[in-house]
Antibody
């Protein structure tokens, strides 16, 4: 069974940093692209970032470009999102998801909440 | 900035049929945008229903189908059940980047 478990969320002040993790199990992690998607409370879904299986292709939404960095450790079956210079508008549930544009984001974690407030 | 637009809300009777659409501000949606559709219920993570316009996962109920319709991606629910009440999001691929639609609240 595919499992994705996010962690690392919490309360952080504007301008500070936070690192999210996504622990994967139940599939061959190193063979799949992975993604971060966020959802502000009561709002819609927003794609944040994607990373290919070998980290060779990385993309970011304009809203986080230059502040967020996605990475992965295939040996540890883990995905990461380093979030710097956090803003109140970054406050959201952050989900990790597995898959590609062709095969769909077929599995999702339950999300971790990031609260940005002074 | 690319905007992907969906109907804000739709209401359907049990057993009925409803079609949700997904439009891109850049022009007609084609198969090259690899349209995906997701269902999200309150307090839950999104669940993938359709990928690559019309492909279904093993868990996708047969009453859900995806297509292209009049320059938009479309999700049709046929024989709607009460448990289909949810928010539905499309996702389009723009050559490396993705954009989610604004979401459609389906009320049964």
């Amino acid at each position: 069974e595919v499992q994705l478990v996010e962690s690392g969320g919490g309360l952080v002040q504007p301008g500070r940093s936070l690192r999210l993790s996504c622990a994967a199990s139940g599939f061959t992690f190193g063979q799949y692209a992975m993604h971060w998607v966020r959802q502000a409370p009561g709002k819609g879904l927003e794609w944040v970032s994607s990373i290919s299986w070998n980290s060779g292709n990385i993309a970011y939404a304009d809203s986080v470009k230059g502040r967020f960095t996605v990475s992965r450790d295939n040996a540890e079956n883990s995905l990461y999102l380093q979030m710097n210079s956090l803003r109140p508008e970054d406050m959201a549930f952050y989900f990790c998801a597995k898959g590609s544009f062709a095969s769909g984001f077929d599995s999702w974690g339950q999300g971790t909440l990031v609260t940005v407030s002074s | 900035q690319t905007v992907v637009t969906q109907e804000p809300s739709l209401t359907v009777s049990p057993g009925g049929t409803v079609t949700l659409t997904c439009a891109s501000s850049t022009g007609a949606v084609t198969s090259g945008y690899y349209p995906n559709w997701f269902q999200q219920k309150p307090g839950q993570a999104p669940r993938s229903l359709i990928y690559s316009t019309s492909s279904k996962h093993s868990w996708t109920p047969a009453r859900f189908s995806g297509s292209l319709l009049g320059g938009k991606a479309a999700l049709t629910l046929s024989g709607v059940l009460p448990e289909d009440e949810a928010e539905y999001y499309c996702l389009l691929y723009y050559g490396g980047a993705f954009v989610f639609g604004t979401g459609t609240k389906v009320t049964v």
